[in-house]
């Protein structure tokens, strides 16, 4: 299969990386450069320039963008026209090497972009699924799933700095892969702790060492997630 990926970005070299090592030719262009002619040109630029991208290039064979946020119409007229959103953070084949495989790949567009795509998804090793017409709930999901997991890890590295501890995040991954691990495998089991206990008397004595060290911004996130937390397991108590 020949692939024109468009956008050198983390995401356009980790794509060539595999899809190299998976046997297709590819090509991998930037801003000013002219895609070459493939069967199929995978738009991996930010979800701000699809649209004047995709309406500056030509392109004869079927056309995807990799957006989680964006349906496919983004790129019309092209025609055949579709979506390809790996359900993954990618930080660079530099820094680590891409994972596919058994990664789940929404699609979208047009039959034959739909087709090109899951061909492309069978080809990487990921499981495609249709994404669904409400982009932005998607999208959120994976962010919330994703960059708000990492966000947590460094709130909770923030706050053993404030008791001392320096390299929090590393001292606490064990823990949240693990909690992560438990809410995919076993979710009724996957919450545990002083909210899910219902221990009021501990959640009031983390908000108030919150507050004394000045951790704001962590003890809206600690407070918030602790409500919906009893919301799920005490049917609406509040701490």
């Known amino acids: 299969m020949r692939v024109a990926i468009h956008g050198p970005g983390r995401l356009g070299r980790s794509l060539a990386e595999a ?3 998976a046997g297709a030719e590819v090509s991998l ?6 895609p070459a002619p493939a069967a199929v ?3 991996t630029v930010p979800d701000r320039a699809l649209a004047a991208v995709s309406a500056a290039i030509r392109v004869e064979g079927v056309l995807l963008h990799c957006s989680g946020a964006l349906s496919h119409e983004v790129l019309r007229p092209h025609n055949p026209a579709g979506s390809l959103h790996p359900l993954m953070t990618y930080p660079g084949p530099e820094v680590a090497p891409p994972l596919f495989e058994g990664v789940p790949a929404a699609i979208s567009g047009d039959v034959e972009a739909r087709g090109a795509a899951a061909r492309l998804a069978d080809l990487l090793g990921m499981s495609p699924f249709r994404a669904p017409a409400d ?3 998607y999208h959120a999901a994976a962010v919330v799933a994703g960059n708000l997991g990492a966000a947590l890890l460094l709130e909770g590295g923030d706050i053993l700095r404030a008791a001392g501890i320096e390299d929090g ?3 606490l991954l064990p823990l949240a892969l693990a909690s ?3 809410a995919a495998h076993t979710p009724s089991a996957a919450l ?3 909210a899910a206990r219902g221990d009021l008397e501990v959640l009031g004595a983390h908000l108030r060492a919150l507050d004394e060290q000045g951790l704001n911004s962590a003890r809206q996130v600690y407070e918030t ?3 919906r937390i009893l919301q799920r397991a005490h049917r609406g108590e509040e701490p």
Not at 29 to 34: C, I
């Open 192 to 194: 545990t702790g002083p």
């Open 225 to 227: 997630l602790s409500r």
């Open 180 to 182: 992560l691990r438990n």
């Open 19 to 21: 899809l190299r090592r």
């Open 29 to 34: 262009t930037g801003r000013g450069e002219v």
């Open 169 to 171: 995040e590393r001292l």
């Open 41 to 43: 040109t995978l738009l």
């Open 135 to 137: 982009r932005a709930l």
